[in-house]
């Protein structure tokens, strides 16, 4: 299955691609996934990439952003509206260009690291509860039924 031609899921995701065989796409839309990849099969509705991406593209953005800003005010003291016709539509063309690969990238590193959602599944993972009392020298641990 991981026959991806020697490449990062993490890559292949970057480029849009599936990160199990770096031949399928791994997108339907421009954010949308694709059900499934055209080439493996593998189903793309495991993982969901939630706000990561957006937050990842929100720091990089606003640092290619806010610092030129500031220089330029420093330098020029622009009108207020000078700054909100460079960098508004800057920052949202930095986005749009930003936000697909990133999306892509973050599902390579899920797929890579098997990451997902957290699911309370007694038999696979127990619930573990710290109540933040010691008794004895064993922390005590209940399952989901003994809550
Ligand atoms: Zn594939």
Not at 73 to 93: G, M
Not at 102 to 126: H, I, Q, S
Request: proline residues 5%; charged residues 20%; hydrophobic residues 45%.
């Amino acid at each position: 299955m991981l026959d991806n031609q020697g490449k990062s899921p993490v890559f292949q995701g970057l480029a849009g691609r599936c990160p199990a065989c770096g031949k399928g796409k791994l997108f339907a839309g421009y954010l949308k996934f694709a059900d499934r990849c055209n080439s493996c099969e593998l189903v793309f509705d495991t993982g969901d990439t939630g706000d990561g991406p957006a937050v990842l593209v929100m720091s990089i953005v606003g640092f290619l952003v806010v610092f030129p800003a500031l220089a330029v005010e420093k330098v020029f003291k622009p009108e207020v509206w000078v700054h909100a016709l460079l960098w508004l539509p800057l920052s949202t063309l930095l986005v749009l260009l930003f936000l697909h690969p990133a999306r892509g990238m973050w599902y390579g590193l899920m797929f890579k690291f098997n990451a997902g959602e957290a699911v309370l599944d007694d038999e696979a993972f127990p619930v573990k509860v710290d109540t933040g009392f010691a008794s004895g020298n064993a922390q005590e641990e209940r399952t989901r039924e003994n809550l």
